[in-house]
């Protein structure tokens, strides 16, 4: 008895299909973060939840908690940028430059996004031009080490020249002030709760308010990029943090979240070795650490 013939088309899809999935991050072999090693909640400190840390639900304090979220992917990209990178082998230096330059990425579209968008629709929502003032003054602050970052990894003659000690000196460079920035304005959206014209509860203007943060949430992570920054974003959220409270947030169907990790995933698959969790959200290891430190 003759066997299923298949067309050329449907060999090919089922091929590609399957180096999707050999290459997704859910394949990779991790093990789970101890206390023997560094991990990435540090050197810069991880951002508590304002919701976690008061109980209140009001739209600001949602807001502010789900920013906290997001900031704290960014400074688990950063801790686990700067504590590998005096371990990467040449051989990975490559794929670890490309994961750098994904979180420059995904940090320099959150700021923009910020500024021409959210900050903008707040200000109207108050009617009110100074609840930013500090928070614009804080961005500039680090912009130049940020460039600097950029510069740094995409001058570089080959990705072997890459020195730990070079790019370390280029991040410490604006740590205090991006940390400082990425904690404090946490804390100035919460405390727009107590605005005087902050809208009252059940009204339709909190109703408005709320699909401003909803909706710019939504967005402004995968608007940077579906196959860098989005499964950059997913595989540096701890989902076990703050007693597992935010273990299915951002909200979205499991298939689809499944599929932004390991399909979208699949296409730059060696960059997310470095990542701080894994496909589940849980903290692994970080994988460079396996390695002996890289003298000069």
Known sequence: MAGPKFSPLLTFA??????????????????????????????MKLVQTPQYATKKTDIFTSGATHMALLHNAILRGYNSIYLQVPHVPDADKADFIGYCLTWHKFVVSHHDDEEEVL?????????????????????????KGLADFKTYLTTLPSPAALSPAALQHVMSSFQQPFEQHFHSEIATIAALSSHPRA?????????????????WGKATVSKAGTWDVVPFFLLNLDGTAEE?????????????????????????????????????????????????????
């Open 244 to 296: 597992g409270a935010w273990a299915s947030w951002p909200p979205m169907p499991a298939p689809i979240r499944w599929g932004l990790v390991n399909i979208a995933g699949a296409w730059y698959s060696r960059w997310w070795r470095f990542s701080s969790c894994d496909a589940g959200g849980r903290p692994r290891e970080l994988y460079a650490l396996q390695f002996p430190e890289q003298k000069a």
């Open 14 to 43: 089922i091929f590609a299909i399957g180096v999707l999935i050999s290459r997704a991050p859910f394949m990779m072999t991790t093990r789970p973060a101890s206390d023997a090693k560094p991990w990435a909640d540090g050197p």
């Open 199 to 215: 809208p009252e509860r059940g009204t339709p203007a909190e109703a408005a308010a709320s699909a401003t943060f909803k909706a």
């Open 119 to 143: 900050f903008k629709k707040v200000e109207e929502l108050l009617d009110d031009k100074t609840i930013w003032t500090e928070t614009h003054k804080e961005h500039e602050s680090f912009l």
